[in-house]
Every structure is written in structure tokens, then in C-alpha cells.
């Protein structure tokens, strides 16, 4: 426990480290030099992450859930999928949005015990739907600045912060490569939830089920029209949008109907 806290306070310092030379990049455009040393930070920062988080989700033959952990999952995501995406692309300044986010949740488990243990079988299908709440998370965040960059450069009203942004062509790849991983995840989340509904009606999961659905259609719709008939821009930032507004109407509608029927 001792050795779990103190790899995510470390973890947090270096977000918090990487967000800082981060905003110095992007205040001073010529510090290209700069960008290895933020890479290297952040990918320390997430293999420590990971660790920390591994050590409280993980217990025997139960995962344990609670709030904490999963803010701090989706943000240790966040953070990695963004490190592989500057593989091939020079994407670290997204991380001036998702680091400090990171910093701030990678200490909720430790803080927080509202741990609720699941098992295996049923905690992997609650890790999959997470995981791609996550990514298609990302990818929304990611379609309203690509909109709001596309949007500026016609204008010709850049801020220093949206030109600091990858190229909108670069900006496009990575939210159809969001939006095509996190398709996947959710459909492996839909699919294996099957196996947990034993009475859709009785569990009161109808609302859940149907937006769920619902966001997977639009989603669907949208790769389709992209790779059909090129689908992309403005377009694409709108499906994105709405179909994640689906998303959350599947949790935070279903809550509400819950909490008054059981006023």
C-alpha cells in the first residue's frame, strides 16, 4: 500500500511536470527540443499510474470498483493512447488537456473507499463499457477542439493555444482512429452485457440498453459514411458529439429514472 501511494503521488508530480513544459512549448513554439523530455516524463508518469491503479483494482479473484478508480482508469487511457499516438504523430501538445487530469486522479483510489468488488467475469465486461466510455470520451473532446481549430482557421482567429494544436489534417486521423478503436470496445461492452441481463425490464436497464444502442448506431453510421462516401470535417466532429450525448443519456438518464422510481 505504502509503495502503491507513492508511485501515484510520483505519477501525479510528473503529469503536473509534463503539463507545465507543456504550456512553456506551447508559449514558446521554437522549444521543439522540448518534446522528447515531455514524452519521456509522461510515459514514466503512466507506468506508474498503472501500477498504483493495478494495485487497488486488482484483488485476487474480485476487480474492485469504485469512483476513484474509474476516473483514474479512463485518465490513465487518456494518457496512453495519446503517448502511442505520437508514434507517428506530434500529438503531446493534446496533452496540456488530458496530463493535469490525469494528475488530479491518479491519487482518488488511495483517497477515496467507495470500492465495491466485482467478479472476474462480470468486471471485465465493467472494465470493456469504461474503457470505451473513455475512448469515446477522447474522441468527443477531441472532435469539439477539431471543430473549434477548423472553425478559427477559416476566420483566420487562431489563438496561441489552437495553433499550438497539431494540423487540423493530423487533428481529423486521430478522432477517426478514436472513434474506430472505440467503436470496438463498445461493441465487445454491448455484446458481453448480454451475458449479464437476466431480465431487462426487472433490472430496470431498458433506458440504459436503448441509448447505449442507440450511440452505437450513430457511430456505426457515421464510419460508414466516412469510409463510403469520405465523410469528415465538420461532419464527423457532429456525429462524435451526438453520438457520445447518447452515451451519457444511458448512464446519468438511467440514474434519473431510477432515482424517481424508487422516491
Same mark, same amino acid.
Given at each position: ?5 507513492f508511485?501515484?503521488l510520483?505519477?501525479? #508530480?510528473l503529469?503536473f511536470y509534463?503539463?507545465f513544459?507543456?504550456?512553456q512549448?506551447?508559449?514558446?513554439q521554437t522549444?521543439d527540443?522540448?518534446r522528447h523530455?515531455?514524452l519521456?516524463i509522461?510515459?514514466v ?6 501500477f498504483?491503479?493495478?494495485?487497488t ?14 476516473l483514474?482508469?479512463i485518465?490513465?487511457l487518456?494518457?496512453?493512447i495519446?503517448?502511442i499516438?505520437n508514434?507517428n504523430?506530434?500529438?503531446? &501538445?493534446l496533452?496540456i488537456?488530458i496530463f493535469?487530469?490525469?494528475?488530479l486522479?491518479?491519487v #482518488?483510489? *488511495?483517497g477515496?473507499?467507495?470500492m465495491?468488488p *466485482?467478479p472476474?467475469e462480470?468486471?471485465?465486461?465493467v472494465?470493456?463499457?469504461i474503457?470505451a ?5 477522447l474522441a ?22 489552437l495553433?499550438a494544436?497539431?494540423?487540423?489534417? &493530423? ?5 477517426i ?5 472505440g ?6 461492452a454491448l455484446?458481453s452485457?448480454v451475458?449479464?441481463i437476466e431480465?431487462?425490464f426487472?433490472?430496470h436497464?431498458?433506458h440504459?440498453?436503448f441509448?447505449?444502442i ?13 469510409f463510403?462516401r469520405g465523410?469528415r470535417?465538420q461532419?464527423?466532429?457532429?456525429y462524435t458529439i451526438w ?10 438518464g438511467?440514474e ?8
Amino acid at each position: 500500500m505504502i509503495l502503491s501511494g507513492f508511485s501515484a503521488l510520483i505519477a501525479s #508530480l510528473l503529469y503536473f511536470y509534463a503539463s507545465f513544459l507543456l504550456w512553456q512549448k506551447v508559449q514558446n513554439q521554437t522549444q521543439d527540443s522540448i518534446r522528447h523530455k515531455i514524452l519521456g516524463i509522461a510515459l514514466v508518469a503512466v507506468l506508474l499510474h498503472g501500477f498504483a491503479l493495478s494495485t487497488t483494482l486488482l484483488d485476487g479473484y474480485q476487480i474492485q470498483f469504485g469512483f476513484g478508480n474509474g476516473l483514474s482508469l479512463i485518465a490513465l487511457l487518456g494518457s496512453s493512447i495519446l503517448l502511442i499516438t505520437n508514434i507517428n504523430k506530434q500529438t503531446e &501538445t493534446l496533452g496540456i488537456f488530458i496530463f493535469p487530469l490525469a494528475a488530479l486522479t491518479t491519487v #482518488l483510489p *488511495l483517497g477515496l473507499n467507495d470500492m465495491h468488488p *466485482l467478479p472476474y467475469e462480470l468486471g471485465s465486461h465493467v472494465l470493456i463499457s469504461i474503457s470505451a466510455y473513455s475512448i469515446m470520451g477522447l474522441a468527443t473532446a477531441q472532435a469539439i477542439l477539431y471543430s473549434l481549430q477548423e472553425r478559427r482557421f477559416r476566420k483566420k482567429q487562431l489563438s496561441t493555444l489552437l495553433k499550438a494544436l497539431p494540423p487540423l489534417q &493530423t487533428m481529423e486521423k486521430i478522432l477517426i482512429q478514436l472513434i474506430i478503436i472505440g467503436f470496438v470496445f463498445l461493441s465487445f461492452a454491448l455484446l458481453s452485457g448480454v451475458f449479464f441481463i437476466e431480465n431487462l425490464f426487472a433490472q430496470h436497464l431498458i433506458h440504459k440498453t436503448f441509448f447505449a444502442i442507440l450511440a452505437w448506431l450513430v457511430y456505426a453510421t457515421f464510419l460508414v459514411g466516412h469510409f463510403q462516401r469520405g465523410w469528415r470535417g465538420q461532419k464527423a466532429a457532429k456525429y462524435t458529439i451526438w453520438a457520445y450525448v447518447f452515451l451519457v443519456l444511458s448512464y446519468i438518464g438511467t440514474e434519473l429514472i431510477l432515482y424517481g422510481i424508487y422516491q
